[in-house]
């Protein structure tokens, strides 16, 4: 058989293999993170919660991802997917149902904390796991599939949400019910990866030793194309660009105000005059139309030698759709901006990853995209919990709204910043080209 014939079957095979059962543990991961937004319709009133308590508790997850998402991809790589990965759906899932049994702040913050490390090694242990598996020209479309699920996690979670807060079931109220009716799924998976998830292709015993044997011919073609650099100084040489600095704090504003967001948009929703179950229907329509327009922003970008002015133009709508959206409020029109704004943050990540990737090569790229990423993901505590705290300061979501705004627009004119420096250093070369 040609080798054409083997990659391409081998290619369909592994995918509807692993793919859609690593893609549920994502839509969970998304649901079980996200689904205290939905529970703050009646939580924070049982709890006696205030915006900015509510905010710290949405956002302590972050801190321990941030905390023990290294330790916890090392593990999957000491202990094996099936193990690991099967392990960490197991906690997840037993630490987001025990959320319904929380008495007070403290509790819900420890138990978020928990939820947060155990869910820490999932997203970067699914990208390690899959270089296992998909050769470098493949895994472009795998992680595209995952961006992806963050919209249809929010569009499908919404309604499912809103109905079980606004139906409580066996003498529970509506949240409580929720996180235990939603992490139901989480642990049944975990035991349909224990059963069904190979740790390495050579355990699969649906790949023919033809198909094998290119696999892993290809996959070590590409670790000795691209051999180990020195961590420490690849690290200094990061820290010394200006750029790497300007788009982490790009990607730091972003998730700043993308993260308050996504957390308190059912709360801010139900200040419209919406009830619980009108929320649940209501909340999925701006991240349908974020959806949507996904692809149109990565074709953009494809076809723009010049990204950064495509992230710029993402941002820029994000920071007047909240804007909007605070000077409509607590108008039903209202939900147009908002809409706006998550069509914005919906193309940011598609787009913006692929300045990195532009300006950072060689030995450092891999320092320098993940120097990005722990500075930014940092945006996931910082978030909540200062939307929460400027809606408790100015008396309304309006002035929270404001706020993340603000960082917004700091978004873009950081990225425009970046994109200046760049074309300096690109006019330099081109005088230094002459003059040679």
Not at 25 to 31: A, E, P, R, S, V
Not at 273 to 281: E, V, Y
Request: charged content about 10%; hydrophobic content about 55%.
């Amino acid at each position: 058989m040609a080798i054409n014939d083997i990659e391409r079957r081998l290619m369909a095979k592994i995918w509807w293999r692993i793919v859609p059962l690593i893609s549920a543990g994502l839509l969970l991961n998304l649901l079980d993170r996200t689904n205290i937004a939905f529970a703050g319709l009646q939580m924070n009133a049982a709890l006696k919660l205030s915006n900015s308590a509510f905010g710290l508790v949405a956002g302590v997850f972050a801190v321990g991802v941030l905390l023990f998402g290294l330790p916890s991809t090392l593990l999957l790589e000491r202990l094996g997917a099936r193990r690991w990965i099967g392990t960490t759906l197991l906690a997840w899932g037993l630490f987001s149902g025990a959320t319904a049994f929380a008495r007070n702040l403290p509790e819900l913050l420890l138990l978020r904390l928990l939820l947060g490390v155990a869910e820490a090694g999932f997203v970067p242990g699914i990208i390690l796991y899959f270089s296992y598996w998909f050769p470098s020209a493949y895994r472009g479309r795998v992680l595209g599939a995952f961006i992806f699920m963050q919209p249809v996690a929010l569009i499908l979670g919404s309604p499912v949400c809103g109905a079980l807060v606004a139906h409580g079931l066996l003498g529970l109220a509506g949240w409580q019910f929720m996180f235990i009716a939603e992490a139901l799924p989480t642990l049944l998976l975990s035991l349909a990866v224990y059963r069904l998830l190979p740790a390495q292709p050579a355990e699969a015993r649906w790949i023919f030793p033809s198909e094998s044997q290119w696999l892993q011919a290809r996959l070590e073609s590409e670790r000795q194309a691209d051999p180990p650099n020195e961590v420490g100084g690849a690290i200094r040489r990061v820290l010394r660009r200006p750029r790497v600095w300007l788009m982490a704090g790009v990607y730091l504003a972003i998730v700043t105000s993308g993260t308050g967001l996504i957390f308190f948009l059912p709360l801010i929703i139900r200040s419209m005059a919406f009830s619980i179950m009108q929320t649940g229907l209501v909340a999925p329509l701006p991240w349908v139309a974020g959806a949507l327009a996904m692809p149109l922003w990565g074709l953009w970008a494809d076809r723009m030698e010049d990204r950064e002015i495509v992230v710029a133009v993402t941002t820029a709508l994000l920071a007047l759709g909240l804007l909007l959206t605070a000077m409509l409020l607590p108008s039903r029109w209202a939900i147009a901006p908002f809409t706006v704004a998550v069509v914005g943050l919906c193309g940011f990540l598609p787009t913006f990853w692929t300045v990195p990737y532009r300006i950072l090569t060689g030995g450092i790229a891999a320092a320098g995209i993940g120097f990005i990423n722990v500075i930014g993901n940092s945006g996931n505590f910082f978030g909540p919990y200062l939307l929460g705290w400027l809606t408790d300061a100015t008396g309304g979501y309006s002035g929270g709204l404001v706020g993340m705004a603000a960082f917004a627009a700091l978004g873009t004119i950081l990225v425009l910043a970046q994109r200046r420096i760049s074309r300096n250093s690109e006019i330099q070369r081109a005088a230094a080209a002459q003059r040679g």
